[in-house]
């Protein structure tokens, strides 16, 4: 399976305040997906990362708050703009070759807000 | 938004009991997927059963499939300690095959 390396693996940052969070894929993978987990809750989808073009996101979140980039099929950003403690959770990054393929997921980036 | 709900939301067994974990999901899938994650970690894929398929299995762990039903089970035979994590189904049905998770169960395995 594909390895996933996502940087940071966790953060503290001040209110207000932008993160840029990159993932890694040591292969070309096809579809590339951005979750978040709040709190002892599961996993919400925020967007799915589209190569070479904007990413479709899920009702509840936008680009202007967490806008995406995929510049290849092996590497994308998910940047967490004006941070507020509401924003405290695991982002995930996660990707999937075919659509019977599993999806598998990176470490999580850890992010607290103060 | 979450597709399925799994049942129950938390169970606490002995070392070496077996473990079941029930999923439910709403809308018609291709397949369905199983993760493990432990405290504050990544998710590890467990077993991916395609919607033709009934059963699978891998190791000490064996899934269901019932798509009349619409529901999944996973069960860990033989528990270990090391099997204590928050499992979590998924199934696809997003128009890009993205997959769509249920609350999850927290298993905890004394020793």
């Known amino acids: 399976s594909a390895v996933i390396s996502q940087k940071p693996s966790r953060d503290i940052c001040q209110r207000g305040t932008s993160l840029t969070i990159q993932c890694q894929v040591d292969?070309?993978?096809?579809?590339m997906f951005w979750y978040r987990q709040q709190p002892g809750q599961s996993l919400t989808l925020i967007a799915t990362a589209n190569q070479g073009s904007e990413a479709t996101y899920e009702s509840g979140f936008v680009i202007d708050k967490f806008p995406i980039s995929r510049p290849n099929l092996t590497f994308s950003t998910l940047t967490v703009s004006n941070m507020s403690p509401e924003d405290s959770s695991i982002y995930l990054c996660s990707v999937r070759d075919r659509g019977n393929q599993p999806q598998h997921f990176g470490d999580g980036t850890r992010l607290s807000i103060l | 938004s979450q597709q399925g709900e799994e049942d129950p939301q938390a169970l606490s067994i002995q070392e070496g009991e077996n473990a079941t974990m029930n999923c439910s999901y709403k809308?018609?899938?291709?397949?369905l997927q199983w993760y493990r994650q432990n405290s504050g970690r990544g998710l590890v894929h467990l077993i991916l059963i395609r919607s033709n398929e009934r059963e699978k299995h891998s190791g000490r762990l064996r899934v269901t499939l019932d798509t009349s039903k619409k529901s999944s089970s996973l069960l860990i035979t033989a528990s270990r300690a090391a099997d204590t994590a928050s499992y979590f189904c998924a199934t696809d049905g997003g128009f890009n095959n993205d997959m769509r998770f249920g609350a999850g169960t927290r298993l905890t395995v004394k020793p």
């Open positions: 809308t018609s899938i291709n397949n």
């Open positions: 292969s070309q993978v096809t579809m």
